[in-house]
Each structure stands twice: as structure tokens, then as C-alpha cells.
């Protein structure tokens, strides 16, 4: 009996390990309503050449590769987490101003290429290589480069 037991358990794992890491293709009008919006408001002049839906075993993301090169990643409600502009900027609208000020006063001829952010903070790469983190009330916390 132990070992049918066993013999269970194993087989339930190895199938939700399968069921981790899914990945799907999917269209942009598949993806929450916000995203599209989003899209279409800050990323309107480019084309999509990927959009994807990724499945944990507990959550589940949205993925945007522009043709340019840019990503943008969303929750499963389409709430925006990370943008990634290696080519370009990050677009002004999407920064929070106190960030965007931050930048502006301490690295004045940068350019935001990547923004991330989480609950608790948001991280943000800049053209000269430095990378800074903020608390939720725009607090820097860390630099690193």
C-alpha cells in the first residue's frame, strides 16, 4: 500500500511539474482588456511579433515582444510589471513622476531602458548602466551597476 501511495505521489508531481511551466500562444485580443489598452496607448506605433501567455502552477503572466525588440510583461489581470526598451526608452507616460524626476535631477543625460515593479518597489535600468531601485513611496534603497 505504501508503495501505490508513493507510486502516486510521484506520478502527481511529475504532472504538475509539466503543468508549471506552460507556455501558449496566444493573440493580443486574448490578453486582459488592460493590456490591450495599454498597448495600444504606449506602444501603438509598434508591431507585435509575440504575444504570449505564460501558466505556473499558480499564476499566470502575459507576454509582449514587439519587432523592434521591446517586451512588455503583464499579470493576469493585465496590470503592466515589467518594460524592457534595450533599443529605445521606456515610454514617459508609464514612469511615475518621482521617478522620472529622480532621473532627471540625478543622471540627466539618461534614458529609463527598463522598468520593473512589484508591490513592494520598482527597479529601473538606465543607459549609462546603473540600475536603481525604489520602495513603493519612490525612496531609493539600492544602486547598483
Known amino acids: ?22 507556455d501558449k500562444l496566444i493573440k493580443v485580443e486574448q490578453m486582459p482588456q488592460r493590456a490591450q489598452q495599454f498597448i495600444k496607448k504606449h506602444f501603438s506605433d509598434s508591431s507585435i511579433a509575440l504575444a504570449k501567455m505564460e501558466s505556473d502552477f499558480l499564476s499566470k503572466s502575459y507576454d509582449i515582444i514587439f519587432t523592434n525588440g521591446n517586451k512588455a510583461e503583464f499579470d493576469k489581470k493585465g496590470e503592466w510589471k515589467e518594460i524592457d526598451c534595450k533599443y529605445s526608452q521606456v515610454p514617459s507616460a508609464i514612469i511615475p513622476v518621482a521617478i522620472h524626476n529622480y532621473v532627471k535631477k540625478q543622471y540627466p543625460n539618461t534614458k529609463i531602458l527598463k522598468i520593473e515593479k512589484d508591490n513592494r518597489s520598482y527597479e529601473i535600468k538606465l543607459s549609462n548602466g546603473w540600475e536603481v531601485k525604489f520602495d513603493k513611496n519612490f525612496n531609493v534603497i539600492d544602486i547598483d551597476r
Open 1 to 22: 500500500m505504501k508503495k501505490l501511495m508513493l507510486l502516486f505521489v510521484c506520478l502527481f508531481t511529475m504532472q504538475a511539474m509539466v503543468w508549471a511551466d506552460d
